[in-house]
């Protein structure tokens, strides 16, 4: 009986122990398992730290400079204006269209709306034309329009041609942007050449001379690009009416219309 109950015991001793070692062996990794998690979250919040402080980067950004403002110019290219020229001459605005003491303005400041359409050169023009061609044919000179109307859309396609051709800058010394030239308004004409050396042949020289007896003008004279906006072209006339073209011939040394009221070509 005793041998027994030493049996019992002994088994009972053994049993403890191998559960009192279990029972310390999983305290022991309890909090390995807790560190392990600790370290897994670790990377998590850093994260989300992270993205926390983006936005604070995206406030840092350096600020733009300022863009310094636009120039003020001038309102060019359909955009004519009523007011006083620096000589004192009231302009006029009429359908779109800028006149000055009556005459009709069209330069690279003052521009003609883009359905103005007269249909050709107007009797204004034509008239006192004809009479200036048969004086001239008394004196033995022989005087033909080579190109007289253009529409808008006839200036817009000569215009792109000789920009395709020369450049803008090139094109713009010789030819007008589209509701910018005269020979839209049906008072503009070219006369026998379009070179710069018909000036000096009699037809060049009996033109100069006496087309401001019969209200012409040689509408851009040499030496006046920086004012008119486009080179000499002793064949372009145009009619302002007999007072205003003696004034602006000057004994044959040409006021332009810009100098004359107080005005600008400039695009």
């Known amino acids: 009986m005793k041998k027994k109950l030493l049996i019992i015991l002994s088994i009972l001793i053994v049993v403890g122990g191998v559960y009192f070692t279990w029972t310390k062996t999983q305290k022991k990794e309890e909090p390995k398992e807790e560190t392990s998690e600790k370290q897994e979250e670790t990377p998590k919040e850093t994260e989300k730290e992270e993205e926390k402080e983006e936005p604070k980067e995206e406030e840092v950004q350096p600020e ?9 110019v001038e309102p060019s290219r359909h955009t004519n204006y009523p007011g006083t020229t620096s000589k004192g001459y009231t302009v006029e605005v009429i359908d779109g269209i800028a006149y000055i003491n009556g005459i009709l303005i069209a330069n690279k400041t003052y521009s003609l709306p883009s359905d103005y359409y007269p249909g050709g050169l ?16 008394n004196d033995g000179i022989s005087l033909e329009i080579i190109s007289g109307f253009r529409s808008y859309d006839d ?49 060049g020289i009996w033109l100069n001379t006496h087309c401001a007896d019969y209200g012409f003008i040689i509408r851009y004279p040499q030496g006046k690009e920086s004012i008119t906006g486009y080179m000499y072209e002793p064949w372009h006339i145009r009619y302002v009416g007999k007072d205003l073209a003696q004034k602006l011939y000057n004994n044959g040394d040409w006021i332009t219309l810009e100098e004359y009221f107080g005005i600008t070509s400039q695009y």
């Open 122 to 137: 107007l009797n204004d023009f034509l008239n006192p034309y004809y009479e200036m061609q048969a004086a001239a044919s």
């Open 64 to 72: 733009e400079p300022e863009q310094p403002e636009e120039p003020i």
């Open 155 to 203: 200036q817009d396609w000569i215009y792109n041609n000789y920009v395709d051709r020369d450049g803008k800058e090139a094109a713009d010394r010789y030819s007008a942007r589209p509701g910018h030239s005269e020979h839209q308004t049906g008072l503009a004409a070219d006369i026998n050449s379009l070179y710069q050396s018909w000036g000096e042949t009699a037809e």
